[in-house]
């Protein structure tokens, strides 16, 4: 199966969260099961924000929003912000939010306030506005996910991870790095290799940082195979610009947040270089017509050259 195509039918499972995340994990044990590959599950508890209610309301007429909030409440005032703009200070107050680069709704950041996100066009409704009127009502809803753990586990040269679940859609975000890790598995490496298909790492109640639940519940389990390993390569979104390694110390740290940081040493993030992937981040726009295979190949090579 072409990377592309693998994509595509991974894709038919989103949003990949709750139940839906517990389809696309069946459905890569059954890729594994195909390829003749061994693996285990490594099983854990999360909960994720189930929302019993929201809405907004600008000066009595109501707006198109969806929540973006991991705790319940109002949101009267008019803190409108970026949901681009990651910054541990708009966390805790309550927001309406929107990515500047999309028409549509993007749930790129989530919050300890409550919050929702709206789309571009209404921008100018919250900035003219004299009356706010919105609120969340979330719950803490339990899920069971796994780790899905292949090839050499116990003294691996190279671990690859990725993650397979997503907000909304996620073509770029992460079935492609999803398709990348199977196509090595297909190559014969996980003899002397290790791959890591990580669940939850979009979303948990984890404090402070909500995401990379999946990555953290592996070093917990697997924290002296990581300190063997030659090298530990996250592969996050490739397929939609030219693929490279991200040495933002930042941009790593939201990428693969680990707890060890001595770990980092020998970390490698692979991702798109470019800012191509914004508009359609955590949105309903990520989908597979915004790859190309010729960049999920490039990206593919990048990551068996630096992993020899």
């Known amino acids: 199966m072409e990377m592309l195509d693998f994509i595509k039918k991974l894709e038919l499972f989103s949003p990949r969260s709750g139940s839906n995340e517990r389809l696309a994990c069946e459905f890569l044990e059954k890729e594994l099961k195909k390829l003749g590959i061994d693996y285990v599950l490594q099983d854990f508890k999360n909960f994720l924000p189930s929302y019993k209610g929201f809405g907004l ?7 198109e929003s969806m929540p973006t909030s991991f705790k319940s409440g109002s949101i009267t005032e008019k803190n409108l912000i970026s949901s681009m703009a990651v910054s541990g200070r708009y ?3 309550p927001n309406i939010n929107f990515n500047p680069y999309s028409d549509s709704f993007s749930l790129a950041t989530f919050y300890r306030a409550p919050s929702l996100a709206i789309k571009r066009k209404d921008v100018q409704k919250v900035i ?19 780790n899905i753990i292949a090839g050499n586990a116990a003294n691996p040269k190279n671990i690859f991870i990725c993650h397979y679940d997503t907000v909304l859609h996620g073509a770029l975000d992460n079935a492609s790095g999803t398709a990348i890790l199977m196509e090595l598995v297909k190559k014969g490496r996980n003899a002397a290799d290790m791959f890591v298909f990580a669940g939850c790492e979009e979303l948990s109640f984890d404090s402070p940082v909500y995401w990379g639940k999946g990555y953290r519940v592996l070093e917990e389990g697997y924290g002296d195979v990581l300190d063997k390993a030659n090298k530990l390569v996250a592969v996050d979104m490739i ?70």
């Open 57 to 63: 309301k600008i000066d009595g007429e109501k707006i």
């Open 128 to 146: 003219d506005a004299n009356d706010i009127d919105g609120y969340v009502e979330v719950e803490k809803a339990p899920h069971e996910c796994s």
């Open 239 to 308: 397929g939609s610009g030219e693929a490279g390694l991200i040495k933002d110390g930042k941009t790593r740290l939201a990428a693969f947040p680990i707890q060890n940081k001595e770990l980092f040493d020998k970390a490698y993030i692979v991702s798109v270089t470019g800012n191509e992937w914004l508009g359609a981040y955590h949105s309903h726009e990520d989908r597979p017509d915004l790859l190309n295979s010729r960049f999920l190949t490039q990206g593919l090579e990048l990551i068996e050259k630096i992993s020899k």
């Open 91 to 93: 966390y805790e107050e």
